[in-house]
């Protein structure tokens, strides 16, 4: 999102507390056919997207590491039935699931049977099988499950995204923000040990969408306007919005309000409102409503995103493209602490303590606080391309980089097949050295990283009567970057004594890999050729 036109809001105030030490994160998502939730997991920063890079979250120090699955796995651990998570008399192909949200060790998962009835045959009108579901990924076990509709009025249960808190105890539920607007005007927050809705908030001014939430606050925006606002249709111009803050434990009341115009945003950064329009920017204190200056007037396009305690600016080219052509990091409370240029269509990455820059000559990193060059190595490009840097996986160390380059490799997967693949070099971030290189399928994205074994997904496809199945899962020996065994949806996994096709997709439940069956029953997959002693 970029700004240009609107005077920066100061917003009125009504009293409200604020509790130190803040910290949350959400998770933003798209809802598919035989569900996307395998790239599941909190999202803890958004990324700034070009067309040819992703930027990566940056991961902690100490991550907790997926099950080690080095030989094909096989659905021989713990089982879910539809009835276990709450949703009865399931039609074959007619149940979707996806993680919302990890919360400790435990996920909250969605269900819905509402899918579009042209290909599926699905119908629900009573929408019996939306529900939300605490499972503990480890065992099976389902601790809670209720129904959707106690926390969203939203016709779509995939726009609903979670929010939890730092000690997994509570979680805020409700529509993601989105351009195209939703129905659903409720925003709820959650007790995760019951499952219990302990507080609502129904807007006044109709549909509205969280934008995030931390330990103390929950950002929530309304749109008038625009494209599809409210879920009822498009209507010309552009939408404008409007932000409010409501305390998390009091979420039924908004403590700041401000109009944001066209184009304008806000975003919480260390418990306070960064509001940012008209190429200027201001902090705001949700509790009081004052405000400062923050940062520097840039007169220009902005677009942003907090990364811990960075905050990331790109600014755009003052030209009619407008694309974006410098990064500048600040600090919270709005010091400079570095700035460098980059290409307009490829904007560097956060990975651990790395920023990388990348164009068609050379990878470089970046000291993450200070700028200053740690490495620089060329990008092995052979069409003039620039290398693309994938966004870190669940579990992967952040010494890691991961970078898939233009360089075409002919090496047959582990099945037997020989689709596209492209070079993937795993680099050391603290030198540049290559640890590893990796025949990736095209298009494939890391989905997890355990100690030795890294995780591709790859995109989900279409079946033989239109319907969306699952990608494959690809898991490669991060050692010697040699392919270990690959899972299609379809074609396996099941039961040694199952039909091979009866798994419609496959999802990372926290650490554990899982394959979603035609039937809606899901089953662990373990490796079961590892050695017990």
């Given at each position: 999102?970029?700004d240009?036109?609107?005077?920066?809001?100061?917003?009125?105030?009504?009293?409200?507390?604020?509790?130190?030490?803040?910290?949350?994160?959400?998770?933003?998502?798209?809802?598919?056919?035989?569900?996307?939730?395998?790239?599941?997991?909190?999202?803890?920063?958004?990324?700034?997207?070009?067309?040819?890079?992703?930027?990566?979250?940056?991961?902690?120090?100490q991550?907790?590491?997926?099950?080690?699955?080095?030989?094909?796995?096989?659905?021989?651990?713990?089982?879910?039935?539809?009835?276990?998570?709450?949703?009865?008399?399931?039609?074959?192909?007619?149940?979707?699931?996806?993680?919302?949200?990890?919360?400790?060790?435990?996920?909250?998962?969605?269900?819905?049977?509402?899918?579009?009835?042209?290909?599926?045959g699905?119908?629900?009108?009573?929408?019996?099988?939306d529900?939300?579901a605490?499972?503990?990924?480890?065992?099976?076990?389902?601790?809670?499950?209720?129904?959707?509709?106690?926390?969203?009025?939203?016709?779509?249960?995939?726009?609903?995204?979670?929010?939890?808190?730092?000690?997994?105890?509570?979680?805020?539920?409700?529509?993601?923000?989105?351009?195209?607007?939703?129905?659903?005007?409720?925003?709820?927050?959650?007790?995760?040990?019951?499952?219990?809705?302990?507080?609502?908030?129904?807007s006044?001014?109709?549909?509205?969408?969280?934008?995030?939430?931390?330990?103390?606050?929950?950002?929530?925006?309304?749109?008038a306007?625009?494209?599809?606002?409210?879920?009822?249709?498009?209507?010309?111009?552009?939408?404008?919005?409007?932000?409010?803050?409501l305390?998390?434990?009091?979420?039924?009341?908004?403590?700041?309000?401000?109009d944001?115009?066209?184009?304008?945003?806000?975003?919480?950064?260390?418990?306070?409102?960064?509001?940012?329009?008209?190429?200027a920017?201001?902090?705001?204190?949700?509790?009081?409503?004052?405000?400062?200056?923050?940062?520097?007037?840039?007169?220009?396009?902005?677009?942003?995103?907090?990364?811990?305690?960075?905050?990331?600016?790109?600014?755009?080219?003052?030209?009619?493209?407008?694309?974006?052509?410098?990064?500048?990091?600040?600090?919270?409370?709005?010091?400079?602490?570095?700035?460098?240029?980059?290409?307009?269509?490829?904007?560097?990455?956060?990975?651990?303590?790395?920023?990388?820059?990348?164009?068609?000559?050379?990878?470089?990193?970046?000291?993450?606080?200070?700028?200053v060059?740690?490495?620089?190595?060329?990008?092995?490009?052979?069409?003039?391309?620039?290398?693309?840097?994938?966004?870190?996986?669940?579990?992967?160390?952040?010494?890691?980089?991961?970078?898939?380059?233009?360089?075409?490799?002919?090496?047959?997967?582990?099945?037997?097949?020989?689709?596209?693949?492209?070079?993937?070099?795993?680099?050391?971030?603290?030198?540049?050295?290559?640890?590893?290189?990796?025949?990736?399928?095209?298009?494939?994205?890391?989905?997890?990283?355990?100690?030795?074994?890294?995780?591709?997904?790859?995109p989900?496809?279409?079946?033989?009567?239109?319907?969306?199945?699952?990608?494959?899962?690809?898991?490669?020996?991060?050692?010697d970057?040699?392919?270990?065994?690959?899972?299609?949806?379809?074609?396996?996994?099941?039961?040694?004594?199952?039909?091979?096709?009866?798994?419609?997709?496959?999802?990372?439940w926290?650490?554990?890999?899982?394959?979603?069956?035609?039937?809606?029953?899901?089953?662990?997959?373990?490796?079961?050729?590892?050695?017990?002693?």
């Amino acid at each position: 999102m970029t700004d240009h036109d609107d005077p920066r809001p100061d917003g009125g105030a009504r009293a409200g507390a604020l509790r130190p030490g803040s910290r949350g994160g959400g998770l933003r998502d798209r809802w598919h056919r035989a569900s996307s939730g395998r790239r599941a997991g909190t999202a803890a920063a958004a990324g700034v997207v070009a067309a040819v890079l992703v930027v990566g979250a940056g991961l902690a120090s100490q991550p907790e590491y997926p099950d080690e699955l080095r030989s094909s796995p096989v659905a021989e651990g713990w089982r879910i039935e539809p009835a276990d998570l709450g949703v009865p008399d399931v039609q074959p192909g007619c149940l979707d699931l996806r993680v919302l949200a990890r919360a400790g060790d435990d996920v909250l998962v969605v269900t819905t049977t509402q899918l579009g009835t042209s290909t599926t045959g699905c119908f629900d009108p009573a929408a019996r099988g939306d529900r939300i579901a605490l499972v503990d990924p480890r065992s099976g076990a389902v601790r809670w499950s209720t129904p959707t509709s106690d926390v969203s009025d939203a016709s779509a249960p995939g726009q609903l995204g979670a929010w939890v808190d730092a000690d997994a105890s509570t979680a805020v539920v409700g529509t993601t923000a989105s351009e195209l607007g939703s129905d659903n005007d409720l925003v709820a927050l959650l007790d995760l040990a019951t499952g219990l809705v302990l507080d609502r908030r129904v807007s006044p001014e109709g549909s509205t969408a969280v934008l995030e939430a931390d330990d103390d606050w929950v950002l929530v925006t309304t749109r008038a306007g625009g494209g599809g606002d409210r879920g009822t249709g498009f209507v010309d111009g552009p939408a404008r919005t409007r932000v409010a803050a409501l305390p998390r434990d009091e979420i039924g009341r908004s403590t700041w309000e401000a109009d944001l115009g066209t184009v304008g945003r806000a975003q919480l950064v260390d418990g306070q409102v960064l509001v940012t329009n008209a190429g200027a920017a201001s902090l705001v204190d949700p509790a009081t409503g004052s405000s400062r200056a923050w940062g520097e007037a840039w007169r220009r396009g902005t677009s942003s995103v907090v990364d811990g305690d960075l905050v990331l600016v790109d600014l755009q080219a003052d030209d009619d493209e407008q694309f974006p052509v410098e990064r500048i990091a600040y600090a919270a409370g709005g010091r400079e602490l570095w700035r460098q240029g980059f290409e307009p269509d490829r904007p560097p990455a956060v990975v651990g303590s790395c920023m990388v820059f990348s164009d068609e000559e050379a990878v470089t990193c970046v000291e993450r606080d200070t700028g200053v060059e740690r490495w620089s190595v060329p990008s092995g490009s052979v069409d003039g391309s620039a290398p693309v840097v994938l966004a870190s996986a669940p579990g992967q160390r952040d010494g890691d980089v991961l970078l898939r380059t233009s360089v075409s490799v002919g090496r047959p997967d582990a099945s037997g097949g020989s689709g596209p693949r492209r070079e993937l070099l795993v680099l050391d971030a603290s030198t540049g050295a290559v640890r590893s290189r990796l025949a990736a399928p095209l298009e494939s994205t890391a989905a997890a990283a355990s100690r030795t074994v890294l995780y591709l997904t790859t995109p989900d496809r279409f079946g033989l009567v239109g319907e969306s199945v699952g990608g494959a899962v690809v898991a490669f020996d991060l050692a010697d970057g040699r392919e270990l065994w690959r899972l299609t949806p379809g074609e396996g996994p099941g039961d040694r004594d199952a039909a091979s096709d009866a798994t419609r997709d496959l999802q990372f439940w926290g650490g554990t890999l899982v394959a979603v069956g035609d039937d809606g029953v899901v089953r662990q997959l373990v490796d079961d050729t590892r050695v017990v002693g």
